[in-house]
């Protein structure tokens, strides 16, 4: 049985291969380093992260990328004997404009080497390669129209200016012939996340509408001809939950279509799940997956009958999904476990380093840069955790802070820090910007700052419980919480300046800055993270 998400916590806009009996997801990573995160498994119930594969300056910097920007919706393909990724590196957001650059790489197997990028074009996001079987190869993305009053984190449909098609020839590396705009999407507007199938001589397409938000849906149409025109779906959606406020799989669209080898038929979709009594999604957009079938009208149909997506679906094989576990990480080694990642820069050597003995952040910019920031982290990826690690760090001025954050980006975090104060000296103190956009104006939760030890480890220690988020540290006795209850939720998607205007998920990890230029160090020596019970 598949339980949906299939991938919990942050795995937005699911782009799903097979390759013989291989299923492979690519998913969205926007400002998190390396680009992309590729999924592996034999039976669609359990998957294993295998590949982030843009990892190096030459494929990707997005150092100055806005916060929500970076990479988008991503393509796998495997045609040819390689493996096609097409993507999107996004380095404007907000306004009339999105400068969205389109590229391509490949690879003769999912783990490398990867190639450096073929640019494509940027008149739009979203893009995807369809490989016919004449052997040609078309592009395909939405187009973005400036001209319209599409900001602020309020879509509009004019913006959402249709789907181009071109063909792309692989030998030449670039575009050629005609582009055409082959698909307005239907009356919901909001047209985005094109994908290409093709059965029985009909190319069927599936785009994302209605806005990554609670009115997410699935739509397909289809065509003789792959440059249209395309006819609606006779229920224009093939998955949506916006007609469904209980559902506990919400905002869900955005997906790809994938055949087993014995023809059975599944199509994946983003999704999320709000907090109970709290339209507030922490986890983030999650990848699920369902069961269709083809009916004899020659449309796809949900297997269910009922385009509200299920927690619960078929598998292809009798296999249960295996149960969380707690993730223990000891920095004893040259490189950094695979959960982990950072934030824009290609340059890691930067802002951490493996000593052998520890995972050593060396203090840069503050809380929210889009440049240099020492953040190595982790994704929340259940509604109740436990994380904790140990560092040991000396600041010399307020200026330097090192500690543990549940983060999202510079207007939405809690961090517990281990910093220097005029009177209490080396002490701990809590910095939050609790969606406080646009000016992330920071909160400063504790009365006063709690003195330390001159020297030595201190452990932190954060726990969620749904909406609900308590730090605590000790130094040698036992666990002491530190400050209030602090709002959980709004380390969420929907938190702060609302669902349409940030697109990754909450994550928790470890954090240092130091905004004195002195670049001071901070030693951490492990990292727990524990999914408890409820």
């Not at 093709?198 to 938000?213: H, I, L, N, P, Q």
């Amino acid at each position: 049985m598949i339980v949906n998400p299939i991938l919990p916590g942050f795995n937005p806009d699911p782009s799903i291969c097979r390759v013989g009996e291989d299923y492979y997801i690519a998913t969205s990573t926007f400002e998190w380093y390396p680009g992309v995160q590729i999924h592996h498994s034999r039976d669609l119930v359990n998957w294993r992260l295998i590949k982030r594969p843009l990892e190096r300056a030459s494929q990707l910097d997005m150092r100055g990328n806005p916060d929500s920007g970076g990479i988008w919706a991503p393509c796998l393909s495997h045609a040819d004997g390689l493996f096609w990724l097409v993507y999107t590196d996004v380095k404007r957001l907000d306004g009339n404009f999105k400068d969205a650059h389109n590229y391509i790489v490949t690879a003769p197997s999912i783990e490398g080497p990867w190639s450096d990028p073929v640019y494509v074009n940027s008149s739009g996001f979203d893009p995807s390669l369809f490989h016919d079987d004449d052997g040609r190869k078309w592009f395909l993305n939405m187009v973005w129209n400036h001209r319209s009053n599409s900001i602020g984190g309020s879509p509009k449909h004019p913006a959402f200016a249709g789907i181009l098609l071109q063909e792309f020839d692989p030998k030449a590396g670039k575009l050629v012939g005609e582009v055409k705009n082959v698909f307005a999407g239907s009356e919901h507007g909001l047209v985005e996340g094109p994908h290409l199938f093709k059965r029985d001589g009909w190319y069927y397409m599936t785009v994302a509408e209605g806005g990554t938000g609670y009115g997410h849906a699935v739509t397909m149409a289809r065509s003789r001809k792959i440059d249209g025109p395309y006819e609606l779906h006779p229920d224009t959606h093939l998955f949506t939950s916006k007609d469904a406020p209980d559902a506990e799989l919400q905002r869900s669209g955005h997906g790809q279509v994938v055949e087993t080898p014995d023809g059975a038929v599944y199509h994946t979709h983003l999704c999320s799940r709000p907090l109970p009594g709290i339209r507030r999604s922490p986890l983030g957009r999650e990848t699920a997956i369902q069961k269709c079938v083809w009916k004899e009208d020659g449309w796809l149909y949900p297997q269910s009958g009922n385009p509200v997506p299920e927690v619960r679906v078929p598998a292809p094989f009798d296999v249960e999904p295996s149960p969380p576990k707690a993730v223990e990480r000891v920095f004893d080694g040259d490189s950094l476990p695979d959960e982990f990642q950072w934030l824009r820069t290609p340059q890691p050597e930067r802002i951490f380093t493996l000593t052998g003995t520890a995972l050593r952040l060396i203090g840069r910019e503050s809380i929210g840069s889009w440049f240099e920031q020492a953040l190595v982290a982790r994704r929340q990826e259940h509604w109740h955790y436990r994380a904790e690690t140990q560092l040991d760090f000396r600041p010399t001025t307020y200026q330097q802070a090192a500690g543990l954050t549940a983060y999202y980006n510079r207007h939405k975090f809690h961090f517990l820090g281990l910093t220097w104060h005029e009177t209490a000296g080396r002490s701990l103190t809590i910095l939050s910007c609790p969606g406080e956009w646009p000016d992330g104006r920071l909160k400063f939760p504790l009365e006063a700052p709690i003195p330390l030890p001159a020297e030595g480890p201190v452990s932190l220690a954060a726990e969620v419980k749904e909406a609900e988020l308590q730090f605590f540290y000790k130094t040698g006795g036992d666990w002491q919480a530190v400050g209030p209850v602090l709002d959980a939720s709004v380390i969420s998607d929907e938190g702060g300046r609302g669902e349409h205007a940030s697109f990754t998920g909450a994550f928790v990890g470890m954090m240092c800055f130091d905004t004195s230029g002195s670049a001071l160090p901070a030693d951490f020596t492990r990292f727990t993270y524990v999914p408890e019970p409820g």
